[in-house]
């Protein structure tokens, strides 16, 4: 994966359902199982700095970002 690929969840979450889309903006600098995204929908949050991590194996890239 590499930065603004859009990726997909793929098991639920206690606040997102599977299927959610995100963009992905890198691994986590300090788990190198997690990985930073900023959900589809809330990029005036990343524009704040606002970014979240999860376990990489929650998520599948499901098409390539601009690059």
């Known amino acids: 994966?590499?930065?603004?690929?859009?990726?997909?969840?793929?098991?639920?979450?206690?606040?997102?359902?599977?299927?959610?889309?995100?963009?992905?903006?890198?691994?986590?600098?300090?788990?190198?199982?997690k990985i930073e995204i900023v959900w589809v929908g809330e990029e005036q949050a990343y524009k704040d700095g606002d970014i979240d991590e999860f376990p990489a194996r929650l998520f599948k890239q499901v098409e390539h970002g601009d690059r």
Request: without cysteine; aromatic residues 16%; positive net charge.
């Open 1 to 33: 994966m590499k930065r603004g690929d859009i990726i997909e969840l793929i098991e639920d979450t206690t606040f997102y359902k599977k299927g959610k889309k995100a963009y992905f903006i890198g691994r986590s600098n300090f788990n190198p199982n």
